[in-house]
């Protein structure tokens, strides 16, 4: 993603101690940790409110309560060989 140069006012002690939790090598580094960090935060506030509109069917329901046994798909086949887009 491209970055911008900009100009902010901020409050110095709350950007000291931001930089301090956060062990940010700068300033400009904090402030993009502490923006993806409200940027997440917000998203999942988003996907919760609208989660909260429409809740799941019975029917989802029962199906997240549902188990499956993953060992049926044990076997020895070499997937990364098979699908891995990278391998020469």
Known sequence: MAKRKATITVDGEKLAEARRLTRGSSNSGTIDIALDRLIHQER??????AYAKHPPSDEDAALAQSSVDWRELADDTDWTAL???HAG
């Open 83 to 85: 699908y891995d887009n």
């Open 44 to 49: 999942l506030r988003h996907d919760l409110a």
